[in-house]
């Protein structure tokens, strides 16, 4: 069965600077998806970005970047010029590309900003 | 506007109620799927449905039910069976067939009194 891994409950960084979040993944599968889920203190979920497992490039949305290293079955998302309303919840999920559709959710990490 | 919309926002049982999450979409999507939220716990998955009329039990099934009679509804109910309710319930939709992620509903809070 597929899991997913964020090991850091917690994260700080200060407003303006950089900061990664870690995810890792298991399967057997060769193909997949990969995505970054925000949730704010509103509890509104958001995507903040998605990877498909069968591309080399690292996806990127403007401040928003991954570092997809596939042998390693690593996902982690770099956060650059960190701004308060990056405070959140942040949620690594796998899915694959055929079958269900459900997702697998990784545990989340708070990111708090500080000013 | 399309979105997903579940109601109410706040809801509170009483122990030995059922009580009914409702989840509606207006996207066209097939798939619809209700996770639950607990702290550390990160989304767990209790029902999914991929098509009208048929749905799937998740990871967390036991003292939930659920159905799809229409493709834009999905209601949840939490039957008394469930021994720990009190969570936060999150509707989610998506396309079957592309790699799109999910669209969230704003989500309701049960709380047992």
Redesign the interface.
């Known amino acids: 069965a597929q899991t997913v891994t ?1 090991s850091q ?1 917690e994260m700080s960084v200060q407003e303006a600077e950089t900061v990664t979040l870690s995810c890792t993944y298991d399967t057997s599968e060769s193909d997949y ?1 990969l ?1 970054w ?1 925000k949730q704010p203190p ?4 958001i ?1 903040v970005i ?1 990877q ?1 497992a069968y591309k080399q490039q690292n996806a990127t949305e403007n401040r928003f970047s991954v570092n997809f290293q596939k042998a390693a079955k690593s996902f982690s998302l770099k956060i650059s010029d960190s701004q308060l309303g990056d405070a959140a919840m942040y ?1 690594c999920a796998y ?1 694959r ?1 055929s079958g ?4 697998i ?4 990490t708070r990111l708090k900003v500080l000013a | 506007d399309g979105g997903i919309t579940q109601s109410p926002k706040y809801l509170f049982r009483k122990e030995g109620q059922n009580v009914t999450l409702s989840c509606e979409q207006n996207l066209n999507h097939d ?1 619809m ?1 209700w ?1 639950r939220q607990d702290p ?6 209790i029902y ?1 449905s ?1 098509i009208v009329n048929d749905f ?1 039990k ?1 990871d967390i099934a036991e003292g939930y039910s659920v159905s799809r009679e229409k493709k834009e509804s999905f209601p949840l109910t939490v039957t008394s069976a469930q021994k720990n309710p009190t969570a ?1 319930y ?1 509707c ?1 939709s ?1 396309m ?1 067939g592309t ?4 669209t ?1 509903g ?2 309701t809070r049960l709380t047992v009194v």
């Not at chain 2, 550390?40 to 998955?45: F, K, S, V, W």
């Open positions: 964020q409950p998806y995505f889920y509103s509890r509104q979920m995507l998605r498909e949620f899915r590309t269900t559709y459900k997702y959710f990784g545990t989340g | 798939a799927y996770y550390g716990q990160g989304l767990r998955l999914y991929q799937q998740g936060f999150l989610a998506s079957v790699g799109y992620g999910y969230f704003s989500g």
